[in-house]
C-alpha cells in the first residue's frame, strides 16, 4: 500500500519559517502531480502548492513568493520551505499525490497532515 508521512510542522512565531517534508513508503510510479493543501479550522481543505511531474509548478496567491515547493525524486520526498509564516498560515497541512502507476492502479494518496501554528 503506498503512504505518505508529513513532517515538520510545529509552533513557530510571525515572519518564522518552518520546512515540511512528506516521504512516500515507496518509489512514486507514474505520478501526475504532487501537492501541499492545508485545512484551518472552520475553513475548506486548500491547496497550497502543486507540482506536476514536468516539473512546473503552482501557488496559490496566499502563499506566492513566501513557500516553495520541491521534490527529490529519488527519494520520493516532497518538500514545502515556508517563510514570512503569518499567523493566516495557521492549519493542518497535508500533502497528497496522485497518479497512475499502472493500468490496474491510479491512486489519489493523502498524508496524515501535520499541524503548523503561527503564533507569538
Known amino acids: 500500500q503506498f503512504q505518505l508521512v508529513e513532517s515538520g510542522g510545529g509552533l513557530v512565531q510571525p515572519g518564522g519559517s518552518l520546512r515540511l517534508s512528506c516521504v512516500a513508503n515507496r518509489r512514486i510510479l507514474g505520478m501526475k502531480h504532487m501537492g501541499w493543501y492545508r485545512q484551518a479550522p472552520g475553513k475548506e481543505r486548500e491547496l497550497v502548492a502543486r507540482?506536476?511531474?514536468?516539473?512546473?509548478?503552482y501557488y496559490a496567491a496566499a502563499v506566492q513568493g513566501r513557500f516553495t515547493i520541491s521534490r527529490d525524486t529519488t527519494k520520493s520526498t516532497m518538500f514545502l520551505q515556508m517563510n514570512s509564516l503569518k499567523a493566516e498560515d495557521t492549519a493542518v497541512y497535508y500533502c497528497?499525490?496522485?497518479?497512475?502507476?499502472?493500468?490496474?492502479?491510479?491512486?489519489?494518496?493523502w498524508g496524515q497532515g501535520t499541524q503548523v501554528t503561527v503564533s507569538s
Open positions: 507540482t506536476t511531474s514536468e516539473g512546473a509548478t
Open positions: 497528497n499525490a496522485a497518479g497512475q502507476a499502472s493500468i490496474e492502479y491510479e491512486y489519489d494518496i
